[in-house]
């Protein structure tokens, strides 16, 4: 088992910045490819980044390319999403998932967090 606890949400202004962490438990984190998802009111689960065990492999949608960052520190044992130039569609739960093999852009992760909101004011 692996518990996930994601912290950092909140509400900011657009074009601010957030930095959403996602810290791990359990079985041994560098072991697992790390993913972030986020889901809107009203919208399915849309995937937003993901991130190899190495840290050597990311790969970002094209909504939040060349604005958000994932990032991993397998000492501390957690992901982090770094998110600049925030617009109000990025509002949304933002959740952290980890999965075992390659990094994967569809759900088939193992361990889900219980999220944590992102508020974009326009």
């Known amino acids: 088992q692996v518990q996930l606890v994601e912290s950092g949400g909140g509400l900011v202004q657009a074009g601010g910045s957030l930095r959403l962490s996602c810290a791990a438990s359990?079985?041994?984190?560098?072991?697992?490819?790390m993913g972030w998802f986020r889901q809107a009111p009203g919208k399915e689960r849309e995937f937003v980044a993901t991130?190899?065990?190495?840290?050597?492999?990311?790969y970002h949608t094209n909504s939040v390319r060349g604005r958000f960052t994932i990032s991993r520190d397998n000492a501390k044992n957690t992901v982090y999403l770094q998110m600049n130039s925030l617009k109000p569609e990025d509002t949304a739960v933002y959740y952290c998932?980890?999965?075992?093999?390659?990094?994967?852009?569809?759900?088939?992760?193992?361990?889900w967090g219980q999220g944590t909101q992102v508020t974009v004011s326009s």
């Open positions: 998932a980890a999965k075992t093999g390659v990094v994967s852009g569809t759900d088939d992760y193992d361990y």
């Open positions: 359990g079985r041994t984190f560098s072991r697992f490819a």
């Open positions: 991130i190899s065990w190495s840290g050597g492999t990311t």
